[in-house]
């Protein structure tokens, strides 16, 4: 039973928490190997990655690149303000180059957010076809606790048809 449970924070460490293998044996006090052979016998590793890789993590990462080249944006902009007060009409074009790179490259991103947002938006028909499985799945496996959440499938459902209805 303690394997089990040790199996439970393994994973729960390797795909949640993304630690390493080695940081997972030394929590645990198992060897790295057994953390190892976890790994591969429970395809840890492709559902790791398949949360970082979901479209809400790379949508943020993009975000996060935008908002830098912002920061960076920004301060070529007040650069941009010195060399003309200094009269340095080169550093003043070099710098107008650069802020325009910059656009640019923020353009390039946001058009990558928006066709990830087009690919990655789930219909509302597929959405209701896996909460139903669920659902059903649920209460073949636990009948009380399927009808404990009655009230939450319907709002649940409604609040979804909302949103992408």
Do not use: C, P
Not at 90 to 109: H, N, W
């Amino acid at each position: 039973m303690a394997k089990k449970k040790e199996q439970e924070v393994a994973k729960k460490l390797y795909v949640e928490l993304y630690k390493t293998q080695k940081e997972i044996a030394e929590d645990l006090g198992v060897t790295e190997k057994t953390v190892g052979d976890w790994v591969k016998k429970f395809n840890w590793k492709q559902e790791r990655d398949a949360r970082l890789n979901n479209s809400t993590n790379r949508a943020e990462n993009i975000k996060k690149v935008i908002a830098g080249l912002t920061d960076s944006a920004l301060d070529v902009l007040e650069q941009i303000k010195v060399a003309e007060f200094n009269g340095d009409k080169e550093e003043a074009l070099r710098l107008k180059k650069e802020s325009t790179r910059i656009a640019q490259e923020v353009g390039m991103f946001q058009k990558s957010l928006e066709k990830m947002d087009k690919e990655f938006k789930i219909s509302l028909s597929t959405y209701l076809e896996v909460m139903e499985d669920i659902f059903q799945a649920l209460q073949n496996y636990d009948k009380q606790a399927y009808l404990a959440t009655l009230d939450f499938q319907k709002t649940h459902l409604q609040s979804i048809a909302q949103k992408l209805g």
